[in-house]
């Protein structure tokens, strides 16, 4: 299968756009709206100019003999070449053979197109949906594709789905197709693929489904940092959209009759998927030592902030006599928590210090303390990212 095009209906970068991720989008981060060549028989879609596109990749579309569409061609007027059979969409659940061999089925979306199914003469299946598109039902998949493409950036409920049903499972090769100007090209591309499993190959790639190739290696333990409204949340949010029935674990409870944290709170559950699950709770440890769905863990800061209040940490004297000992006796059970969980888990706290001294001996107890616990929990994950003015910098992982 050769990737003609992998960006969205208008390409990347836009025509006419002059934000950064277009004025960066150049070389392998130029992208032609997404079309695929299947077994030089079977073309998905149409791109500007297919039979260069096609020769460019050392193709041919002279052999076509089947051409579908899976949306409404809205982008850049698109070359239709001369002796191709005229394209056509698939009434949702038909199914259709090409003379090549292959079976294409039709998959109803829960937004306007057409997903195909394609299975080969070989018997390897791979999975094709549009942009902006997610399966409207997919109970009757037999086992997980071999390769699904996908807007991984901006439908990642989409891919949550796939997996939730079995459709798309620990082997299966997820590549990201209609990309276009909401992430920046390059390495944050890579890197925010990446984390949920996928990854995004240049215009031209050919690809054989079925072959083994190293899918990315999701972390099961992250610990996201950032200051003040830095954007560590969404970040720890988007590690997961990809994954289905996400527990989120609220460590901040509730605070009856403080509306601008009820309106904080409320904006926080409006961004995450509807099929997430929301616990307040600071009780940790059970979360982690049990199976399940994967847990969003947010925040550190506020469950040290229980901690100290439970160990008396506040009071100089209980914390020389006893609160100190108590305290790590709590921070060391967490991490210890963390190191065994069976769980993917992704952490947020808030990174601390800067120079800044607080003015209280409390304030800087916590501070110390929070960095410590800051310092454990990186430790023991694969993956630990800060977070500055909304830009992810990796530090491990």
């Given at each position: 299968?050769t990737?003609l095009?992998?960006?969205?209906?208008?390409?990347?970068?836009?025509?006419?756009?002059?934000?950064?991720?277009?004025?960066?989008?150049?070389?392998?981060?130029?992208?032609?709206?997404?079309?695929?060549?299947?077994?030089d028989?079977?073309l998905?879609?149409?791109?500007?100019?297919?039979?260069?596109?096609a020769?460019?990749?050392?193709?041919s579309?002279?052999?076509v003999?089947?051409?579908l569409?899976?949306?409404?061609?809205?982008?850049?007027?698109?070359e239709f070449p001369?002796?191709?059979?005229?394209?056509?969409?698939?009434?949702?659940?038909?199914?259709?053979s090409?003379?090549s061999?292959?079976?294409?089925?039709?998959?109803?979306?829960?937004?306007?197109?057409?997903?195909?199914?394609v299975?080969?003469?070989?018997?390897?299946?791979?999975l094709?949906l549009?942009?902006?598109?997610?399966?409207?039902?997919m109970?009757?998949?037999?086992?997980?594709?071999?390769m699904v493409?996908l807007?991984?950036?901006?439908?990642?409920?989409?891919l949550?789905?796939?997996?939730?049903?079995?459709?798309?499972?620990?082997?299966?090769?997820?590549?990201?197709v209609?990309?276009?100007?909401d992430?920046?090209?390059g390495?944050?591309?890579?890197?925010?693929?990446?984390?949920?499993?996928?990854?995004?190959?240049?215009?031209?790639?050919?690809?054989?489904?079925?072959?083994?190739?190293?899918?990315?290696?999701?972390?099961?333990?992250?610990?996201?940092?950032?200051?003040?409204?830095s954007?560590k949340?969404?970040?720890?949010?988007r590690?997961?959209?990809?994954?289905?029935?996400?527990?989120y674990?609220?460590?901040s409870?509730?605070?009856?009759g403080?509306?601008?944290?009820?309106a904080?709170?409320?904006?926080h559950?409006?961004?995450?998927?509807?099929?997430?699950?929301?616990?307040?709770?600071?009780?940790?440890?059970?979360?982690?030592?049990?199976?399940?769905?994967?847990l969003?863990?947010?925040?550190l800061?506020?469950?040290?902030?229980?901690?100290?209040?439970?160990?008396?940490?506040?009071?100089?004297?209980t914390?020389?006599?006893?609160?100190?000992?108590?305290l790590?006796?709590?921070?060391?059970?967490?991490?210890?928590?963390?190191?065994a969980?069976?769980?993917?888990?992704?952490?947020?706290?808030?990174?601390?210090?800067?120079?800044?001294?607080?003015?209280?001996?409390?304030?800087r107890r916590?501070?110390?303390?929070l960095?410590?616990?800051n310092?454990?929990?990186?430790?023991?994950?694969?993956?630990?990212v800060?977070?500055?003015?909304?830009?992810?910098?990796?530090?491990?992982?």
């Open positions: 299968m990737l095009g992998t960006g969205a209906p208008e390409g990347l970068p836009r025509p006419g756009c002059p934000c950064a991720s277009c004025a960066t989008a150049t070389g392998d981060d130029a992208r032609a709206a997404t079309a695929l060549l299947v077994d028989a079977l998905l879609d149409l791109t500007p100019g297919p039979a260069f596109a020769a460019r990749a050392g193709r579309v002279a052999g003999r089947q051409v569409l899976s949306h409404p061609h809205d982008g850049p007027a698109v001369a002796g191709l059979p005229t394209p056509v969409r698939v009434p949702d659940g038909r199914e259709l090409v003379i061999g292959h079976r294409v089925r039709a998959v109803a979306l829960d937004a306007p197109g057409t997903g195909y199914e299975t080969g003469p070989d018997g390897e299946r791979l094709y549009p942009p902006g598109g997610a399966p409207a039902g109970s009757g998949a037999p086992g997980p594709y071999a493409l807007d991984a950036v901006g439908r990642p409920d989409a949550a789905r796939l997996r939730e049903t079995g459709a798309a499972g620990p082997t299966t090769d997820v590549v990201a209609h990309l276009d100007h992430t920046p090209p390495r944050e591309l890579h890197r925010r693929l990446a984390a949920v499993g996928a990854r995004a190959v240049p215009d031209g790639t050919t690809l054989v489904v079925g072959d083994f190739h190293a899918v990315p290696d999701v972390p099961r333990r992250t610990l996201v940092l950032g200051g003040a409204r954007g949340s969404v970040e720890a949010e590690r997961l959209d990809a994954f289905p029935g996400v527990l674990v609220a460590t409870g509730s605070r009856e403080d509306l601008d944290w009820a904080r709170v409320a904006r559950r409006e961004r995450r998927p509807g099929s997430w699950r929301t616990a307040e709770t600071c009780d940790l440890v059970p979360l982690l030592a049990a199976d399940g769905p994967p969003l863990i947010d925040c800061a506020l469950w040290l902030t229980d901690a100290m209040d439970s160990v008396g940490a506040w009071d100089d004297a914390w020389h006599n006893g609160g100190a000992a108590a790590a006796g709590r921070v060391a059970e967490l991490v210890a928590a963390i190191r969980t069976p769980r993917t888990v992704v952490l947020v706290s808030n990174e601390v210090g800067s120079g800044v001294v607080p003015a209280t001996a409390s304030g916590f501070r110390d303390e960095g410590r616990l310092a454990m929990v990186g430790d023991e994950c694969e993956h630990v800060l977070v500055v003015a909304g830009q992810a910098l990796p530090l491990r992982g």
